[in-house]
């Protein structure tokens, strides 16, 4: 609801004293959001079947101050416009879409900002210097991943609401079948059902909108050839499975990664504030039994750092998704060693995640991740292994479903500051 209430007051400021549309406004405010930062590189984790580490090779990054200046990557939108637009029903209404376009196509294209700077070797250019997505094997072109299905009452919705409907008469998601809310062990906090559904709609709302433009969903592969059980994006910077590094342009099309909008960093924030109130009171509880131990904000903000994300990870995954367990060791040394956290929303279907010390499925803990809930790991468990052993069909909130048409399955977010 907070975040629901802070985008209106924002919109509804924006258009009374604007002159511009909002979208551009929002799109500027969003490059003034990000600062530059000196960055090295972070150790390396890789497991087979697993998201391999992002091991940082010194280079400086900083998130691209105009990653959002979409007209850079007009080729790409180009391709891409298929599956934009009022054809969606009531996504076509929504302004900052159909503006988006109205820009993308006036806009001169001009590929000079463009240069050949950092542009992976592999993205093809046209004659014209315009980036677009790389073919698939069979050479056929790959728009991005578009997470909603389109058509407003089409039979694959219909049959996923009405799947829905009977699975979730059948099955009970009690919180506490899925691991009640709490910290799961020091460093790890899990919210239950923090995020709104109104909050949640916005989301994968604005990730669709995100997605289907430059620097939008694909599915990302490792190095040896294989593909990854699932569609990414990343925004402020771009992890590449193949090179496991952090860099200014997406291995997709070439283009800047989006901007983290701001009201995604907002949330991020105020659930790290409401994890160390949690565990302020875990450790009340454990001074029952231990008068000694002294729980003082300070050693809170010691348990799970806060931290300002500059780089969320998005995930689709189908019902077939997963991702083995792996470590988020590529962010810099310096963020690694402070503990600052990774802050992961789930909405959609259900997960089942796993975590513990090692890289072995049989000695790791589990827990169902819900829509809406917020995982937080930071301080001691930093370096968790982690990851997504099956994604539960037909459990996502039906209203969610409705509102959005998201495909089934299940999407994610991974915030974490370089
Ligand atoms: O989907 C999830 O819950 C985890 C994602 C993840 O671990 C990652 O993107 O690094
Ligand atoms: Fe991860």
Redesign the pocket.
Known sequence: MVFMYRLIKAKTFLLLTSPVPVPYISRQICSGLLSIRKMNGGKDSVSEDS?PGRGGAGIKLRPSPDCIDRRECRGAVETSSDSLGVRHGSFGKRRSRIDLRSEQRSGDGNSSKFGNKNIPAHVKRSKSGQSYRKPDEGGNHVAPFDICLSGSRDSAVLKSLQEMEENQENVEHPIEESGGQGVLRPGMVLLKRYISLGDQIEMVKTCREIGLGPGGFYRPGYKNGAKLRLQMMCLGLNWDPETRKYEDRSPADGCKPPCIPREFNQLVETAIQDAHGLLGKDCTLSNVEDVLKVCTLSNVEDMLPTMSPDIC?V?FYTTNGR?GLHQ?RDESSESLDKGLPVV?F?VGDS?E?LYGDQRDVNKADKVV?ESGDVLIFGGKSRHIF?G?TSVIPNSAPKALIEETRLRPGRL?L?FRQY
């Open positions: 998201m990870i995930n991702l988020d992961s789930s997960a995640f991740l982690h997504v994610n991974t």
